[in-house]
């Protein structure tokens, strides 16, 4: 920490005063030993925290705005697959040298600022320290009493579906970290244009938190989880929770161009099935509930598509199956994706 | 990490099974994306947000049960400092090579099960990260509506009370550190017991939150604030959010018999005024709520000092005096005791 910049002055100048933004629920924002609000009517409340490290989480020496983007979305996207709206949030700063400067802090909490406008969300609190980069939200949101969606309600028989496409932040992370772990050599792939490389990598750097989707699928999903760990985990983690298994059509998953392009179509299958970080949604829903995801997808404009079905768990065990597009089973995923390893 | 204990493995054993303890507007605890609350009916809902880091906020290599109470004390007692009622709680954990340990989580958790059960907290969510020992909890509380108590409404003509005593915490740090930050040379002291310095370290590992103090003020105090930064310094808070001053009669400061075996009066007193880490509760009330202040320190067998008094803030500048028994004013306080420092 510079001697130049102290704690009180960074809250007073770049929270309490900047961001802090009004929310009629919110009677006092950051500032005092707590903050307070009111609870909504009728509503409950989802709570999530999630820590990002530098270096772990995001590459050392990101510029401030991907700091904050990546940071709030990861955050946000749990909302959302609770179905909630956001509401507030406090956060955790830990400052290194670098970004406990007034360069660095002005736009972090510019870009904080914007995102969090874009998506309701009143700053209510907060904790500087010093020490390695790192930021721990913990984000407020609300929903109708007992409407919240969950991993542990997918029940036999419903389909499984996944938004937007998947793969693309795990390839973008790979783009970042350069040949170092390319795509494996036996998997030869075209050269991939600039910007087709900076699409992955602004699909790790920028990810879109599913808020509108979540809301809407309050009334439709049967059960519902963000997909941050990656495709295969997450939808184990449905299928653990609500003691049931899985098929998943692996030809069926959404890929983008993108993707397959820098990947090769194999490895590219692999990405979406084990990368994590694309902050996606993945739910379940009864089949007779088709017609209304179609009609949902046209309407937020949103690539939904369906990749497998919910089965019973047999022995009580709960798999995920991968099956070709011959229903064959097939073992594709690597150990993957693990956030603390 | 070791390989042998991983994210899931450590949320199911010890945090989602073991910690997570009921509470009626607990409506889904850790593991799913979110954790979900009812709120209390009629009730202002409070939230607050601590990091703890190992080497900054407590020892490198301590014992898992003091990480717990230390780290928990501190964030309950920002609620005792509103009057607010614990409710729930999540916490961020970033673990180490050492903490990552079954040894380590076991005590851990033990502590913080039996720590939460005393306080009627409930875990609600959380977060692990893999890294260099920290914790960031978020804790909520309730309190009646509109009875928050705060730090910007305190009074001119109010008198200033402080809880228990001042001090014995920065000594106990300073036991730890050893010699090198000893008392001052030139104030020599008496050679202080062993049990003296033992009861001294214990104020600074095991911190009491003035829970109930700051439950039974809402109807007497005007503001509060909790004493974590150092006396002087946290009400330099009240007065600034107030736009008041302060006389502080630094001869009525209430200081423990092992704080001035160990550091001597004068150094005592600096510590009194200076170290932080106390988390005593240090409020204001009007001069009428007296009496009831007396009775509320014997029913809660608690040490509470009148130390002060609030006065018009000259020139719209907030400001503490320090006065010694002859209304004189004197320059004690060093830059003192910051966090983030």
Same mark, same amino acid.
């Given at each position: 920490?510079?001697?130049?910049?102290?704690?009180?002055?960074?809250?007073?100048?770049?929270?309490?005063?900047?961001?802090?933004?009004?929310?009629?629920?919110?009677?006092?924002?950051?500032?005092?030993?707590?903050?307070?609000?009111?609870?909504?009517?009728?509503?409950?409340?989802?709570?999530?925290?999630?820590?990002?490290?530098?270096?772990?989480?995001?590459?050392?020496?990101?510029?401030?705005?991907?700091?904050?983007?990546?940071?709030?979305?990861?955050?946000?996207?749990?909302?959302?697959?609770?179905?909630?709206?956001?509401?507030?949030?406090?956060?955790?700063?830990?400052?290194?040298?670098?970004?406990?400067?007034?360069?660095?802090?002005?736009?972090?909490?510019?870009?904080?600022?914007?995102?969090?406008?874009?998506?309701?969300?009143?700053?209510? &609190?907060?904790?500087?320290? %010093? #020490? +390695?980069? !790192?930021?721990?939200?913990?984000?407020?949101? *609300?929903?109708?009493?007992?409407?919240?969606?969950?991993?542990?309600?997918?029940?036999?028989?419903?389909d499984i579906y996944v938004s937007g496409t998947l793969g693309d932040a795990a390839a &973008?992370?790979?783009?970042? %970290? #350069? +040949?170092? !772990?390319?795509?494996?050599?036996?998997?030869? *792939?075209?050269?991939?244009?600039?910007?087709?490389?900076?699409?992955?990598?602004?699909r790790?750097?920028?990810?879109?938190?599913?808020?509108?989707?979540?809301?809407?699928?309050?009334?439709?999903?049967?059960?519902?989880i963000?997909i !941050?760990d990656g495709y295969a985990a997450d939808l184990a983690?449905i299928?653990?929770?609500?003691?049931?298994?899985a098929e998943v059509w692996v030809d069926d998953l959404p890929m983008s161009t993108a993707l397959v392009?820098y990947a090769g179509e194999a490895e590219a299958r692999m990405l979406a099935l084990s990368g994590g970080d694309d902050y996606e949604l993945c739910f379940t829903?009864?089949?007779?509930?088709?017609?209304?995801?179609?009609?949902?997808a046209?309407?937020?404009?949103l690539n939904i598509t369906r990749v497998g079905r919910?089965?019973?768990?047999?022995?009580?065990?709960?798999?995920v199956v991968l099956l070709d597009r011959n229903s064959?089973e097939i073992n594709l995923v690597r150990?993957g994706y693990?956030?603390?390893?």
């Open positions: 920490m510079s001697a130049s910049i102290e704690e009180f002055d960074i809250i007073e100048r770049y929270f309490a005063g900047k961001i802090a933004c009004a929310h009629p629920n919110v009677v006092l924002g950051p500032g005092d030993d707590c903050g307070i609000f009111t609870p909504l009517e009728g509503q409950d409340m989802c709570i999530s925290t999630d820590t990002l490290i530098a270096g772990t989480h995001f590459p050392l020496l990101c510029a401030p705005d991907i700091v904050a983007h990546r940071s709030m979305a990861a955050n946000l996207s749990d909302l959302a697959a609770m179905g909630a709206t956001p509401f507030a949030y406090t956060l955790a700063l830990t400052l290194d040298a670098e970004s406990a400067t007034h360069l660095w802090l002005d736009r972090f909490t510019d870009y904080l600022e914007k995102f969090g406008g874009r998506y309701a969300i009143a700053l209510i &609190g907060g904790n500087l320290a %010093q #020490g +390695s980069l !790192s930021l721990t939200y913990t984000v407020l949101g *609300h929903v109708s009493e007992g409407q919240a969606l969950r991993r542990n309600t997918a029940k036999p028989g419903d &973008g992370l790979r783009c970042l %970290q #350069g +040949s170092e !772990s390319a795509p494996d050599k036996e998997t030869p *792939h075209k050269e991939t244009p600039y910007r087709e490389t900076t699409a992955l990598v602004d790790y750097y920028f990810p879109t938190p599913r808020i509108e989707l979540g809301q809407s699928l309050q009334s439709i999903a049967s059960s519902a963000d !941050s983690h299928c653990k929770g609500s003691s049931v298994s392009n829903a009864a089949p007779e509930r088709g017609d209304s995801i179609n009609a949902l046209e309407q937020l404009k919910i089965t019973e768990a047999k022995n009580n065990e709960a798999r064959n150990s693990r956030h603390f390893g």
